[in-house]
């Protein structure tokens, strides 16, 4: 089984992308896999499987529930006793396949943002795995997740938030070299054809002309809010539709940051106005709110029964 890894900062493309390639006959494209990196926590720290482990990062795991599969403990158990913990990976990657009548597949490709944080485990399991790193505008970025119930929620947080992360990606993508391709979310919606056609070339898979459209994924229910848009096709005007949504002082004070400034320079984006960085004070009011708001999302969550 071929291994590929789209990560990149969230809400820059990673879901859009992967929701385009699954739609290649060779590929398996799965809901984000939070549960795997788990899995690799507890190989890091040679924890052996027990019915602790089972329940709570396999069976109960949030993010396990919306593959919406079922395996019985017994072949858990087995799976661990022949390959360890990335044996009951591959075994549930296959009895997802089978589920959605993908058993052909050879290649799976994974779009969870933060798998970046756990290269070297990921090319111990499969060390000829392939990786995506997709790029997008940090004021697009913040943009995106500043409406919805977790992230940053203000322009001097969101900056905070995607530099931290572009940081660590582009040292990752350094470091991958040439198992690595960068992709720029504007890019690939200017001309998705190209850029899938390259992509596809990178990945040794064939390209098919299903793939522009896309609707190679099938959507978790409690995602289909944040990924509305995914499966629908790309539209052009979603990569500049931050200029009129964002605030000339949200996009001043994004801009604001010194490393930001020259990170947004760097990777090629054009620039606007920069304002003075915030203060002490002025930052750690910035920080306080985004705090707060965080609580009062997950309090909501928590009185749903979502969190």
């Keep these: 089984m071929k291994t590929v890894f789209i990560f990149g900062c969230d809400r820059s493309g990673t879901t859009m992308l992967a929701d385009a390639l699954g739609c290649s006959k060779s590929t398996l494209?799965?809901?984000e896999a939070q549960f795997v990196y788990n899995l690799m926590d507890l190989d890091l720290l040679d924890i052996k499987l027990n019915n602790e482990v089972i329940n709570k990062y396999i069976l109960n795991d949030f993010r396990y529930k919306t593959w919406e599969i079922h395996l019985r403990k017994y072949d858990i158990e087995q799976a661990y006793n022949?390959?360890?913990?990335?044996?009951?990976?591959?075994?549930?990657?296959?009895t997802y396949a089978n589920k959605i009548d993908r058993s052909?597949?050879?290649?799976?490709?994974?779009?969870?943002?933060?798998s970046y944080q756990y290269i070297a485990k990921i090319l111990?399991?499969?060390?000829?795995?392939?990786?995506?790193?997709i790029v997008r505008d940090g004021r697009a970025v913040f943009n995106s997740i500043k409406g919805l119930d977790w992230g940053p929620n203000n322009a001097f947080c969101g900056a905070k938030f995607w530099s931290e992360i572009m940081f660590a990606t582009l040292r990752v993508e350094k470091l991958l070299n040439e198992v690595v391709?960068?992709?720029?979310?504007?890019?690939?919606?200017?001309?998705?054809?190209a850029q899938l056609y390259n992509i596809c070339e990178f990945l040794e898979i064939k390209f098919e002309s299903s793939l522009i459209k896309g609707g190679g994924l099938e959507k978790p229910n409690f995602t289909k809010g944040y990924h509305k848009l995914v499966g629908e096709g790309v539209d052009?005007?979603?990569a500049q539709e931050w200029r009129n949504k964002l605030t000339e002082k949200e996009i001043v004070t994004f801009n604001s940051n010194f490393k930001v400034?020259?990170?947004?320079?760097?990777?090629?984006?054009?620039?606007?106005a920069k304002g003075e960085e915030c203060n002490f004070i002025n930052s750690n009011l910035n920080m306080l709110h985004d705090k707060f708001?965080?609580?009062?999302?997950?309090?909501?969550?928590?009185?749903s029964g979502r969190y």
């Design 82 to 94: 022949s390959s360890g913990y990335k044996g009951i990976v591959e075994l549930i990657i296959h």
């Design 293 to 303: 708001i965080n609580f009062l999302n997950r309090f909501k969550k928590y009185q």
């Design 29 to 31: 494209v799965a809901p």
């Design 124 to 133: 111990d399991w499969w060390p000829d795995s392939k990786f995506i790193h």
């Design 261 to 272: 400034y020259y990170l947004l320079e760097k990777l090629g984006y054009v620039m606007g």
């Design 181 to 193: 391709l960068r992709v720029y979310y504007e890019g690939y919606l200017e001309d998705n054809e």
């Design 104 to 114: 052909a597949f050879n290649c799976w490709i994974d779009h969870t943002p933060t």
């Design 236 to 238: 052009k005007s979603r």
